[in-house]
């Protein structure tokens, strides 16, 4: 019996080594920035584009100054029409249509001063042939007008994208792109405002 005990004991444990050394060569190839970009499409009303976000399964996150009329959702098998269900406070609105996921989450709690953030969106939309880019910087905090403040370079086509941060190994939404700052008819590329992620969670939150 002591040998046969022995035999199952050294089973078992050559089992979880190997289950062990599988999660942790997942982990060590999992993409994160990948994962999110898979859940960030452009959506488009004729020949205006904006950015939008999968965070549930047929719950899409975009921004509200491009949702109203007539908005689809691009895919590679085509547009994906989409129902305006709810504006909220600071620019931020959420649609509803027949997409699943990869989705993201939102993150529970707001940016710090300086952290990394970054921006995955369709800039110029048709343009530049709707091509999804990622640009980086950092989050700067609060304008007067409660916007979260970041430096990473957008463009006309962003808006309503996620601003994203890398927390525990995935990027989580901490904003919402509204605008880039104008000097006069200029845009600043460099500076940008994003509804933050209280504004967000108000959104969201009211409606589940």
């Not at 709810?86 to 609105?93: H, L, N, T, Y």
């Amino acid at each position: 019996m002591r040998y046969r005990d022995y035999l199952l004991d050294t089973i078992v444990f050559v089992l979880v080594s190997i289950l062990a050394m599988a999660a942790m060569a997942t982990a060590a190839f999992a993409d994160p920035l990948a994962d999110a970009r898979a859940a960030v499409y452009a959506i488009e009303q004729g020949s205006i584009s904006c950015t939008a976000s999968v965070i549930a399964p047929g719950r899409i996150l975009t921004t509200a100054h491009c949702s109203q009329g007539a908005w689809v959702l691009k895919t590679k098998k085509g547009g994906i029409p989409l129902t305006l269900t709810a504006v909220g406070e600071s620019d931020v609105a959420e649609f509803t249509g027949a997409v699943d996921c990869p989705c993201l989450p939102l993150a529970t709690l707001p940016t710090s001063m300086d952290e990394p953030v970054v921006t995955l969106g369709y800039p110029l939309g048709n343009d530049l042939g709707y091509i999804q880019l990622m640009t980086a910087g950092s989050a700067q905090g609060l304008d007067r007008d409660g916007d979260l403040i970041y430096t990473a370079p957008t463009a006309p086509g962003n808006s309503g994208g996620p601003l994203l941060a890398l927390r525990s190994g995935r990027y989580e939404i901490v904003g919402v792109v509204k605008r880039g700052v104008r000097i006069g008819p200029s845009f600043v590329f460099h500076l940008a405002c994003a509804a933050p992620l209280e504004k967000v969670r108000a959104l969201i939150d009211r409606k589940e």
